[in-house]
């Protein structure tokens, strides 16, 4: 079975920093095309950064605004998002997904970002 566990949310300052986790396993983790993507209640899911196969770190989307850092550890199955500066308006449920021909999502981790 295929599973994608996140961790790493919880109440955080304006300014503050979080480092998100996702866990997988039930997948050839190193061939995955990995990434974080945010959801806002009543709002579309959408990308926040995206991390290739092949490892590294990037930064592939502009909604972190060069605040967040996504990498990953193929030795441990587990991805990452550094998120730092944080704002309001970064409140979101951020979910981990892997994908190559198929795409699976975790159940999500939520950060709320308020003072």
């Known amino acids: 079975q295929v599973q994608l566990v996140e961790s790493g949310g919880g109440l955080v300052q304006p300014g503050g920093s979080l480092r998100l986790y996702c866990a997988a396993s039930g997948i050839t983790f190193s061939r995955h095309h990995m990434s974080w993507y945010r959801q806002d209640p009543g709002k579309e899911r959408g990308l926040v950064e995206a991390?290739?196969?092949?490892?590294?770190?990037?930064n592939y989307a502009d909604s972190g605004k060069g605040r967040f850092t996504i990498s990953r550890d193929n030795a441990k199955n587990t991805l990452y998002l550094q998120m730092n500066s944080l704002k309001p308006d970064d409140t979101a449920v951020y979910y981990c997904?892997?994908?190559?021909?198929?795409?699976?999502w975790g159940q999500g981790t939520e950060v709320p970002v308020s003072s």
């Open positions: 991390m290739p196969s092949a490892g590294g770190a990037g």
């Open positions: 997904k892997a994908k190559i021909m198929f795409e699976y």
